[in-house]
């Protein structure tokens, strides 16, 4: 079966930096997204990484390894509207994404 | 730029009812798809629309449906509704040039939250 396991919730302190883990097991695979999702809004794009590495964009990073099914979002110098749901979503052979369940990250001052 | 428009935000339906729920993709993309965000999980994935027809589907029941019009937008139908349904209904939108490769990235709107007493 297809299947992404990502934490449930994390807490970080503000200015710190957080690492949210995601394993997926697919069908086929064409990538890997994260999407950013605050409470009550629609899930917005982070990054997609398809070969292996990592992927540095400003505060935000994401790093794949297609060998081991296993990607992390790194969040640096933390800030409070970072607090949201951090969606992991690989796509299969179909070209469909299939989603974790989100982690929810909380940031305290 | 208007983005992914949903419409309603918000709507109560009883079991046995039947809902439709409304769509306008962002501009310049033509590919829709359909996800139910039930509390505190993921989106799963109903079905996807490009060129007036349905391309792929979830798995979910017959009682889902949809349509796509000549303008691209898009309604999602749910018939003899069940309590199980009440979720986070989301609708994404891209280019249908990069809707069937690996870097699709998808435009959300805000959703249309159904609850089904």
């Known amino acids: 079966g297809q299947n992404i396991d990502q934490p449930t919730e994390m807490t970080a302190t503000e200015g710190a930096i957080v690492q949210i883990n995601c394993t997926y097991q697919t069908s086929g695979f064409n990538g890997l997204f994260w999407y950013q999702q605050h409470a009550g809004e629609a899930p917005t794009f982070l990054s997609y990484n398809v070969l292996d590495g990592l992927e540095e964009k400003g505060r935000f990073s994401s790093f794949l390894s297609r060998s081991k099914g296993y990607s992390y979002l790194l969040l640096k110098e933390l800030q409070m509207k970072d607090s949201a749901s951090y969606l992991c979503a690989a796509m299969d052979s179909n070209y469909q994404l299939i989603w974790g369940a989100g982690t929810k990250l909380i940031i305290k001052p | 730029d208007a983005g992914v428009t949903q419409s309603p935000t918000h709507l109560i339906k009883t079991r046995g009812q039947q809902v439709t729920l409304r769509c306008s993709p962002k501009?310049?993309?033509?590919?829709v798809s359909w996800y139910q965000q039930a509390l505190g999980q993921g989106p799963q994935f109903i079905f996807q629309y490009y060129e007036e027809e349905e391309r792929q589907r979830g798995n979910f029941p017959d009682r889902f449906s949809g349509h796509q019009f000549p303008n691209y937008s898009s309604e999602l139908n749910v018939n003899a509704l069940l309590l199980g349904d009440s979720a986070l209904y989301l609708c994404?939108?891209?280019?249908?040039?990069?809707?069937?490769?690996?870097?699709?990235?998808?435009?959300f709107g805000a959703g249309s939250r159904l609850t089904v007493l």
């Open positions: 994404a939108s891209s280019p249908g040039e990069q809707a069937f490769s690996g870097a699709n990235v998808l435009t």
């Open positions: 501009s310049g993309h033509d590919t």
